[in-house]
């Protein structure tokens, strides 16, 4: 069974440009979680999709946005790139809502590395 | 307050020593707790999950919570060397909408 798998692996940006990072969940999984990992800060919650909407938001500023795709595969845009924005991005997939057995296990992908220049 | 702390330093224990790791969260309602291995430049890989009060043991992971105190730890039995990583807590509230928050993790150096 394939894991969870982002692409690219690697980004180099400038500031001020955009970069949009990939993501395809676990096959059965349909929420789709994004966390942003910089150097000494942890893993930051960003992002929450379930059924293609958005369930949640981590206290981050409007230009992180996302989307889920019908086939729960998502994005993650980050527009307006600032230097700080240089981190491992990690999508991670689990079953669907709380409540659910397992809803809350997630597994991570390998992670997209942004670099702003 | 944080949502989950990990305040303890970098920890170093002999191969075959038990490695403690602590960690405190701020959300009584929490329901789920989790413990993730991050190795050097990889991605959090699960290894304990916890949900209720008591112990847990899978292999020679224990993990313990204590919900009254808001407290969940980790024990590593007979560390290894490839037990060097960071370990990172993992809290869920079912009315923090299903959001996991972590801490900053705790890094653990097993010497041969």
């Known amino acids: 069974e394939a894991g969870v798998t982002q692409s690219p692996t690697h980004l180099i940006k400038t500031r001020g440009q955009q970069a949009t990072l990939r993501c395809s969940p676990i096959?059965?999984?349909?929420?789709v979680y994004w966390y942003q990992q910089a150097l000494g800060l942890g893993l930051q919650f960003l992002l929450w999709?379930?059924?293609?909407?958005?369930?949640n938001r981590g206290n981050f500023p409007p230009r992180f946005s996302g989307r889920q795709f019908p086939n729960y595969s998502s994005e993650l845009n980050v527009n307006a790139l600032e230097l700080e924005d240089s981190a491992l991005y990690l999508c991670?997939?689990?079953?669907?809502?709380?409540?659910?057995?397992?809803?809350?296990?997630?597994?991570f992908g390998a992670g997209s590395r942004l670099t702003v220049l | 307050q944080k949502e989950v702390e990990q305040n303890s330093g970098p920890l170093s224990v002999p191969e075959g020593a038990i490695a403690s790791l602590n960690c405190t969260y701020s959300d009584r309602v929490s329901q789920s707790f989790f413990w993730y291995r991050q190795y050097s430049g990889k991605s959090p890989e699960l290894i304990m999950s916890?949900?209720?009060?008591g112990d847990k043991e899978d292999g020679r992971f224990t993990a313990q919570l204590n919900k009254a105190s808001q407290y969940v730890s980790l024990l590593i039995r007979d560390s290894q060397p490839s037990d060097s990583a960071t370990y990172l807590c993992a809290v869920n509230s079912y009315y923090g909408n299903n959001r996991l928050a972590f801490g900053k993790g705790n890094q653990v150096v097993v010497i041969p």
């Open positions: 916890i949900y209720s009060n």
């Open positions: 096959s059965g999984h349909t929420s």
């Open positions: 999709y379930d059924e293609g909407e958005e369930r």
């Open positions: 991670a997939s689990s079953l669907g809502l709380a409540g659910v057995s397992g809803a809350n296990v997630l597994t």
